[in-house]
């Protein structure tokens, strides 16, 4: 049983979340709290694997997102479920919302059949909070050296995505929404805010 504490932050390509994991990590170490952090693709036994095929190799959208699914479950398995079991805090710099947004909103696979996978895949884990950096496709794009495949695709990608992103939003009530386009120190101060707001640790 889930005892540690699951945080996940997306946002588009430029968002800035891997700058504010990396905070995150430093004020939970500070109350004294072991932390995990972690990312997709990439944070699985398979993850190096899997993300270079991803980022360097074109393929249909659907292979695309079963990749992505195959990480998710070994990186569920391998390392997110452990620590949490050992009451430890995980911070993943994307989940499952990143398939939603990027291959659901973004690139037309079927929500209903990533809805299906997902159901076998998280088996009732889902994050206790989610962090969405809000960026426009203009800052995000900005703000990237573009390194690979799908950071390439361009403004128009990224507005689906960023448009996805906000509709998962109204719907998940464990979705917080930071704008991102703020400084670096705002962004932080307001994502400790949503996590201090919502009850997840206390003593602020
Ligand atoms: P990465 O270099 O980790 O970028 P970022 O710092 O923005 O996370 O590359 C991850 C890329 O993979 C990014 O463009 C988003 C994309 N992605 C998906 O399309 N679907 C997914 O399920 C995940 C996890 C990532």
């Not at 430029?14 to 700058?19: A, L, R, V």
């Not at 990533?114 to 809000?134: A, K, M, Q, R, S």
């Not at 805010?193 to 206390?202: A, K, Q, T, V």
């Amino acid at each position: 049983m889930k005892k540690g504490i699951f945080i996940t932050l997306e946002g588009i390509d430029g968002c800035g979340k891997t700058t504010q994991a990396k905070l995150l990590k430093k004020f939970f170490e500070e109350k004294g709290f072991k932390v995990v952090l972690t990312r997709e693709p990439g944070g699985s036994s398979i993850g190096p694997e899997v993300r270079n095929i991803l980022l360097n190799k074109n393929m249909n959208p659907v292979s695309e997102f079963l990749l992505f699914a195959s990480d998710r479950k070994e990186h569920i398995k391998g390392l997110i479920k452990p620590a949490l079991e050992r009451g430890e805090v995980v911070i993943s710099d994307r989940f499952c919302d990143s398939s939603v947004a990027y291959q659901g909103y973004g690139r037309g696979v079927s929500l209903d059949f990533i809805n299906y996978v997902h159901n076998f895949i998280l088996e009732g884990l889902l994050p206790d909070i989610t962090l969405l950096f809000d960026v426009s496709p203009e800052v995000g794009l900005k703000r990237i050296h573009v390194s690979d495949r799908i950071e390439g695709e361009g403004a128009e990608f990224l507005k689906k995505v960023r448009n996805g992103y906000l509709e998962i939003a109204k719907r998940e009530k464990r979705f917080a929404i930071i704008n991102g386009e703020k400084s670096k120190d705002k962004v932080y101060k307001d994502m400790v805010s949503e996590i201090l707001g919502r009850g997840l640790i206390y003593g602020g």
